[in-house]
């Protein structure tokens, strides 16, 4: 299996995880080792005090390399207006998205089609984040249910779009697909090379 850091940064990545996976920085690092500059597009919305401190110590802790947008429900404007082939973007985490999306009461069918759009015409590298919450128990709620179901669904339509998906379970990175990126001319410019796995691996990486 090669390694998810040999070749190009492809035009879409999938990055999936359970909480505290190194999904996040794992993420990070692909498009750190890759270009010079990033943009982040964060999705989580600080609701309490608890949740304020994460993403300001989250945002701290990413430094002058990225530049930060706050989307909570506007991701695929985010990836329409930022996409760069200079600049790949990172969007973290679809599943909070979604999480937002429902609790705004939007049609998430709808929703879903327009991210897809937008991905499809993207000009520039985007690496997606997200969490796989089915490998648990059941929710006992209807909601929660949902909830579930519509997160699955939606790594489903990613992981069929994207050019490479990777899981990442205790710091390690599985590589799940790794097409030959028959989609790179839509990049309207060069394609980031990233490093050899010399320049080092997954583990360790404990966000």
Request: charged share 20%.
């Amino acid at each position: 299996m090669s390694s998810p850091h040999a070749g190009q940064l492809a035009p879409l990545t999938l990055i999936l995880g359970g909480a505290r996976s190194g999904k996040s920085r794992f993420a990070e690092a692909l498009i750190e080792r890759a270009a010079a500059c990033g943009t982040y597009c964060a999705t989580a919305e600080p609701k309490d005090d608890e949740m304020a401190g994460r993403i300001a110590a989250h945002r701290a802790q990413r430094g002058a390399f990225w530049h930060t947008i706050e989307a909570p429900l506007a991701v695929a404007d985010t990836i329409a207006a930022a996409a760069n082939p200079e600049r790949p973007l990172l969007v973290d985490c679809l599943t909070l998205w979604l999480s937002n999306l429902l609790m705004a009461g939007a049609p998430i069918d709808e929703e879903f089609a327009t991210l897809r759009a937008a991905l499809r015409d993207a000009a520039g590298p985007i690496v997606l984040v997200a969490n796989e919450v089915g490998l648990g128990l059941v929710p006992e709620t209807p909601l929660g249910r949902h909830f579930r179901d519509a997160a699955g669904w939606l790594n489903q339509d990613i992981a069929a779009l994207a050019d490479r998906v990777v899981f990442v379970a205790a710091g390690l990175p599985l590589v799940l697909k790794d097409s030959p990126h028959p989609s790179l001319p839509r990049l309207r410019g060069r394609v980031i090379a990233t490093p050899s796995p010399a320049s080092g691996g997954g583990s360790g990486w404990g966000l």
